[in-house]
């Protein structure tokens, strides 16, 4: 007869080495709709709230592109991986450590986006909904996240 409060032996588990820890990449939320109305028309123009978010999340997409090369290890990089890297050393500054930003270069670079007119409009339509930065300096615009 066995008792109720018996228990089997519990084994060990084999102690593994624990994970690095993923860095996590912040992103520019979207933009609500109150907010998009909070918007003054002249800024909007014929602007869409839909074009907005898509380019919120094509500048998300390039953040999330930069620091993953960023985050990489210089060894297991390949050799354009590895001039992207150096790219992104120079253009970091004491004023942009320990922020995520993006230049216009990186956005070429990782997205189909035409830096045209109407994306600089979308750009002050962003700083204005306080989810982009800008930090100007030594000849580049960086647009931190907020």
């Known amino acids: ?36 109305k909070s918007v003054p028309t002249y800024m909007k123009g014929r602007i869409t709230y839909d074009q907005i978010n898509a380019v919120v ?45 993006i230049v216009e270069a990186d956005i070429k670079e990782f997205t189909q986006l035409k830096l045209d007119k109407r994306f600089h409009n979308i750009l002050n339509i962003l700083r204005h909904c306080q989810r982009v930065r800008e930090i100007r300096g030594s000849g580049l615009i960086r647009y931190v996240i907020c």
């Open 57 to 101: 999340q094509q500048i998300n997409k390039a953040v999330v592109d930069k620091y993953k090369i960023l985050y990489q290890p210089l060894k297991s990089m390949s050799v354009p991986a590895r001039n992207l890297y150096h790219r992104f050393m120079e253009e970091e500054t004491k004023d942009t450590k320990g922020v995520f930003f």
């Open 1 to 36: 007869v066995k008792d109720e409060g018996q228990t089997n032996p519990v084994e060990p588990k084999h102690a593994k080495k624990p994970a690095k820890e993923a860095k996590v990449i912040k992103e520019a939320a979207l933009i609500t709709t109150e907010e998009f």
